[in-house]
């Protein structure tokens, strides 16, 4: 059974850094696109992050650029996000996502292109 288990979600104030993990079981994600999206009350899930597996092709939101960065450790099956300068608009269930269909060289924006899906993680920033 394939999982992905998210973990170092939390409350922090606007401006401190969080750092989440993402790991993945039952089978490797090494050569796929991975991805971060976050999901705020009211709204829509939304991409965040994503790379390719060599880590050749990295995209972010515009919301999120200069602010976090995403990488991965494919020998652990892990992918991470690194979060700095939080804002209180950051406050959302933050959920990692692997893309096992089509090109393994592009990453993908949208909710329906991923296969995979944990559980979510909350994250929330005090004003």
């Known amino acids: 059974q394939v999982q992905l288990v998210e973990s170092g979600g939390g409350l922090v104030q606007a401006g401190g850094s969080l750092k989440l993990s993402c790991t993945a079981s039952g089978r490797a994600f090494s050569g796929f696109p991975m991805a971060w999206f976050r999901q705020a009350p009211g709204k829509e899930r939304e991409f965040v992050a994503g790379m390719i597996w060599s880590g050749g092709n990295i995209a972010y939101a515009d919301s999120v650029k200069g602010r976090f960065t995403i990488s991965r450790d494919n020998a652990k099956n892990t992918v991470y996000l690194h979060m700095n300068s939080l804002k209180p608009e950051d406050t959302a269930i933050y959920y990692c996502?692997?893309?096992?269909?089509?090109?393994?060289?592009?990453?993908?924006?949208?909710?329906?292109?991923?296969?995979?899906w944990g559980q979510g993680t909350q994250v929330t920033v005090s004003s």
């Open positions: 996502a692997a893309r096992i269909t089509g090109s393994r060289y592009y990453i993908e924006e949208g909710v329906s292109d991923y296969d995979y």
